[in-house]
């Protein structure tokens, strides 16, 4: 009776994968975000402390048990890159060590995203060896949003949850054009975006043109052709990140100089701004750039025509879901 009993317990354990409980952990790169999300599911947000030594070593200190709870760690990768990436993995090398349930990487920005592949010989693919280092660490499974390439989420030999930022700014667009949508129209600032330009437009209601352009070497391109008609159109730009704003800006001003569009609006879920980005949103004839806040805004990214938008809702209903065990895809639905 006994045995039968424990078998029947054993069974039971192996069908609950998450932990008795859910605990959230920020490292330093966007702890807003992760205050955010715990403010959303009414959560407080774990006790840990994450530093630097005087040498540069990070450290992490957590003060609370995790023994067989959810545990969540939010950290994006973005600048500085290699620092932030370092200490996601010192954390989730803690929280494993300290016989956490199960680990999730919350990454809303996933750094080295761009190097997915081989573009000349002997280049590495870095956004594979990422991959491998976090599952290497202890991580049972990911959630970040809009990867630079989806093929990424085969890199890992885990879950991957990939969340969609275009579902909030469809909401963004359809309040702020509501009853002039006739106006609007979505442009896809390569021919490598056009997938997800594409979807975005279907989801407006809109029609969708292409800017054909021919990359010169990274961070540089030139516009070459804009394919479909965009005279007299507000235009929303759609793109998944940008960097240093060099190809959204040169696109908005074909766009308008060659295409006759009305005015530009532009949209990414990571706003890296890196370098003289901003000065170049604000110099070019973008109306607005509305970005989501997966990597935290620091004062110098900031602008009057720069608006961010809280990913915080999102993620908190996509870990509620993981925790529960049920569909993360009815998000978008």
Not at 194 to 207: C, D, I, Y
Not at 211 to 217: A, G, H, M, P, S
Not at 243 to 265: F, K, N, R
Not at 277 to 295: G, H, M, Q, Y
Request: hydrophobic letters at 40%; proline letters at 3%; a neutral charge.
């Amino acid at each position: 009776m006994r045995q039968g009993s424990n078998t029947k317990e054993r069974e039971l354990k192996d069908m609950i994968s998450h932990g008795k409980d859910i605990k959230i952990f920020a490292g330093r790169s966007n702890r807003p975000l992760a205050e955010g999300i715990c403010k959303e599911m009414k959560l407080a947000l774990g006790d840990a402390e994450v530093g630097t030594f005087s040498d540069g070593e990070n450290f992490v200190s957590i003060y609370e048990t995790v023994r067989g709870s959810d545990v969540f760690v939010v950290q994006s990768t973005s600048s500085p890159v290699n620092d932030n990436l370092m200490e996601m993995l010192i954390m989730i090398d803690a929280f494993k060590r300290a016989s956490a349930g199960r680990i999730t990487a919350v990454i809303p920005y996933f750094g080295y995203a761009r190097q997915d592949r081989k573009a000349k010989p002997r280049d590495p693919i870095s956004a594979k060896l990422v991959a491998n280092l976090i599952t290497r660490a202890g991580a049972d499974r990911v959630l970040t949003m809009d990867l630079h390439a989806s093929q990424i989420q085969g890199f890992f030999d885990i879950p991957v949850d990939n969340l969609l930022g275009s579902t909030i700014f469809v909401r963004y667009f359809e309040k702020k054009f509501a009853g002039n949508m006739d106006s609007l129209m979505v442009v896809s600032p390569d021919v490598g975006s056009v997938a997800r330009a594409r979807t975005f437009a279907q989801k407006l209601g809109v029609s969708l043109a292409i800017v054909d352009k021919r990359r010169q070497k990274a961070n540089s391109s030139e516009v070459m052709n804009i394919i479909g008609d965009v005279k007299g159109k507000r235009v929303i730009l759609l793109d998944d990140m940008v960097d240093t704003g060099g190809s959204l800006c040169g696109a908005a001003q074909a766009l308008v100089e060659i295409g006759g569009a009305l005015e530009v609006h532009a949209c990414a879920t990571h706003g890296v701004l890196s370098g003289k980005a901003v000065e170049r949103i604000n110099n070019s004839v973008i109306k607005e750039a509305v970005f989501l806040d997966t990597i935290q805004p620091s004062p110098e990214k900031r602008s009057d025509k720069i608006k961010y938008l809280s990913v915080a809702h999102m993620f908190a209903d996509a870990i509620e879901r993981i925790y529960e065990e049920v569909s993360v895809s009815k998000i978008f639905l």
